[in-house]
Each structure stands twice: as structure tokens, then as C-alpha cells.
């Protein structure tokens, strides 16, 4: 059985652009090495007809909708991503209406839990691996305040998300299980993180090389404002100094002194004085430009060295993951080779558990899980008796069924 998934993540508004070039494909990837471009022109979006600027549309939401006295805090979350999707078994049994309709009911329930409004997008990439969807939202309360504390600061509120979506596509048809939950299998649950490991990675990946992207150009700005600056000093050296210009003086003890001077000298001076003026407000304007400029620099250092550390952190943290896996899998051979001799038939028991466990993950039942015949006739015996459950549940179904018909006659 296939399970239902759904997955949240806050974004501070530097973190938007990167969520954009990814969700859009505004950018060739060089690190998710899933997408296929081919493909990529069968991505949609279904609340946008055409691409947005994820910046410009929240800002227009904040400015029409946001009711706070205070000024919002730089640091705030103005974004707020759900990934929605389940495993590739799922979606190789719909048709392209059935996964479309999947996609559909998915927003309209973020919707009526979290405000219709406050759903931005809702981008299905179908170009990857698992066809799966973004959707993104504006946490604005009913109250006009930009507040994803009061709809996700509870710890229940993830849980309680993961409950009631599962509820809502079973009921439009749609035959899959509740996502993780505290009494799942180690197994589901390392499998859920990884989806939400890889769907960061790239996010942070992508949202890094845009980062980079910004400090060479902001450093390509300086150094031609520094140039700018350096010509407008140069250009009042072409300019006729004054203490090269010929004075005769005229006057004397009854009439004032005055000085009498070329005209094209005296226009030149005039000339010098308006430019002197103009370059020295000018230059103020660039140097103020260009210290913003710098601040601006400095500050995508900073963002970016954070960046780095969360995603090297989320690469760890996806190793450990395979480690662990790997680990699972050796003690299991190990337990295999130490009770084979001593458990009549222990290889055929231990294809038992595994097709159970390949069963509850919603995976299909192949060779290469199983190491040897006895396990192959251990897989076949589940099935098997799997068969023969919904057999008999069919019946006791058809019998009550019948009973009750007879009982309204």
C-alpha cells in the first residue's frame, strides 16, 4: 500500500528566490541530476497561468491583507511550503486525469484548512522521478496579522495535517495510507525523512548558487561605481584651472578694484563651477550607492556561509540516513547466517517478513529483494496468504451484505 505524503517548511523572504528558480526551472540544475528536461515542459502550475515573482506576488498579498501597526520583521517567515506527493507505484496506477485530480484535491484541502487566499502557487513537477507538488502560502491570519506561529506553532498542528489529509483524498477515492506517524515502522519513517532531506537539499542547492549569483554582481556594481567615481575626478583636470587664467586689474583709490578678463575665460569659469557643483553631488550620491552596495555584499556573505552550513548539515544528515540503511541490511544477513542452522525453515520466514514489510511501503515484490529460493518461496507464501485474507474478507463482506438485505425485506 502506497502512503499519502505531506510535508511543510518555513522560508524567511531570503530563501523566496531560491524556492522560485526551482519550482519554475528558471535555472538548469547542476545538482539535482532527478530532472529531466525533457520533460520539464509538462510541469504545471494549477493556480498560476504563467510563471510569477514569488517576491513580488507575497508582497502584494502583505500589502493588501496585512493589518499590523509594527513594521514586519526582516526575519519573519513570509513563506510557507508544502510538498505533496506518495510513491511512484501510486502514481504508475492513475491515469494523467486521476493524477491531475490527485494534485487538485490536495490544494483545495490546504485551501479550506489554511485560507484560500493565502495559497500563492501550486506547481506539480512531473519531470522527475515521482511526479509530486509545491504548493506555496502566505501565512496571514484572519485577523490580517503574517503570523505561521499561529497556524504551525502547536506541536499537534503536523500531525493533526498529516490525519486529516489523509482523510480527505481517501475520501475522494484515492486508496492510500496515513503518512508517518509515531507508531509507524523505523523503516516508513526513515523512508519519509529521505523524501524531505532530498526536497531541501535541492531547494538549498539551488537558493546557494543563486546567492553566488547576486555577489558577483553586486561585486561587478562596486567595482564599476569605483570607476565611475575615479572618471568624474579625472574629467575636472580638463578643465582650465583658474589660477591659469590672465587677470588685468583695473580701478584703484577712487573707483573699487575689478578684475577684467577674457570672455571665453570668464564663461570657462562659470562652466567649472556648475560641474564642480554637479560632479561634488554626484559623487555623494554614488559613494552613499556604493556603501549600500557593500552592505549588500557583506550581508550575502553572511547568508551564504549560512547556506553552506545548512546544507552541508542536510548532507550528513542524508548519509546517516544511508548508513543506517546499509546497517539494517548487514544485521539482518548477519541474524540470517547465525539462525539458518539452528530455525527450521528460517529463510523462508525471513521472505515472509520481508514481503510484509515491501508490502506495507507500498513496494512491489521483486527478485532482487529477496538473497535465495527459500526467501522467494517465504515472499510467495505472504502473497499467498494475503490472498486468501481478502478472500475471506470479500465473503464475510457479501454474507453481511446479504444478511442485512434480508433483514430490510
Not at 127 to 139: A, I, L, N, R, Y
Not at 227 to 256: Q, Y
Not at 365 to 370: D, E, K, P
Request: hydrophobic content about 30%; overall charge neutral; proline content about 1%.
Amino acid at each position: 500500500m502506497s502512503f499519502a505524503v505531506i510535508h511543510m517548511k518555513k522560508f524567511k523572504s531570503a530563501d523566496v528566490k531560491g524556492m522560485q528558480i526551482h519550482n519554475q526551472r528558471e535555472k538548469e540544475s547542476k545538482t539535482n541530476m532527478d530532472i529531466d528536461k525533457e520533460r520539464s515542459s509538462l510541469n504545471y502550475d494549477l493556480l498560476n497561468h504563467a510563471p510569477i515573482d514569488y517576491d513580488e506576488r507575497i508582497q502584494q498579498e502583505i500589502d493588501e491583507r496585512y493589518l499590523g501597526e509594527r513594521a514586519i520583521r526582516k526575519d519573519a517567515v513570509k513563506l510557507c511550503s508544502f510538498v505533496v506527493t506518495s510513491d511512484k507505484a501510486f502514481f504508475d496506477g492513475l491515469d494523467p486525469q486521476e493524477e491531475k485530480r490527485f494534485f487538485e484535491e490536495s490544494v483545495k484541502f490546504l485551501q479550506d484548512r489554511y485560507g484560500e487566499k493565502n495559497m500563492v502557487y501550486a506547481v506539480v513537477h512531473k519531470d522527475e522521478k515521482t511526479p509530486h507538488m509545491h504548493v506555496g502560502m502566505v501565512p496571514i491570519t484572519s485577523e490580517g496579522k503574517l503570523a505561521a506561529k499561529q497556524f504551525f506553532g502547536k506541536k499537534t498542528e503536523l500531525q493533526q495535517l498529516q490525519d486529516k489529509f489523509h482523510e480527505h483524498v481517501t475520501k475522494k477515492g484515492f486508496d492510500l495510507e496515513r503518512g508517518v506517524s509515531s507508531d509507524r515502522k523505523h523503516i516508513e519513517a526513515n523512508r519519509f525523512k529521505a523524501l524531505s532531506v532530498k526536497e531541501e537539499v535541492k531547494s538549498l542547492e539551488n537558493e546557494l548558487k543563486e546567492k553566488l549569483d547576486d555577489k558577483q554582481s553586486l561585486e561587478t556594481s562596486v567595482k564599476d561605481i569605483e570607476g565611475r567615481l575615479s572618471d568624474l575626478g579625472k574629467s575636472l583636470n580638463h578643465v582650465k584651472k583658474v589660477d591659469e587664467v590672465e587677470v588685468k586689474e583695473k580701478g584703484g583709490l577712487v573707483r573699487s578694484r575689478t578684475v577684467e578678463l577674457a570672455q571665453e575665460d570668464f564663461e570657462g569659469i562659470k562652466t567649472l563651477a556648475k560641474v564642480s557643483e554637479g560632479l561634488k553631488i554626484k559623487s555623494e550620491q554614488l559613494e552613499g550607492y556604493w556603501i549600500q552596495e557593500v552592505q549588500k555584499n557583506d550581508q550575502l556573505k553572511d547568508e551564504n556561509s549560512i547556506l553552506k552550513k545548512e546544507n552541508d548539515r542536510l548532507k550528513d544528515e542524508n548519509k546517516e540516513l544511508v548508513r543506517e540503511n546499509t546497517f539494517l541490511t548487514r544485521t539482518l544477513e548477519k541474524v540470517k547466517d547465525l539462525y539458518k542452522d539452528k530455525i527450521k525453515d528460517f529463510s523462508q520466514s525471513l521472505g515472509t517478513v520481508k514481503a510484509f514489510v515491501l508490502d506495507k511501503m507500498g513496494d512491489k515484490l521483486l527478485q532482487r529483494h529477496f538473497t535465495d529460493d527459500d526467501e522467494i518461496k517465504g515472499g510467495q507464501k505472504f502473497l499467498s496468504n494475503k490472498n486468501l485474507e481478502q478472500e475471506r474478507e470479500k465473503q464475510t463482506q457479501q454474507t453481511r451484505k446479504n444478511r442485512d438485505s434480508g433483514m430490510e425485506r
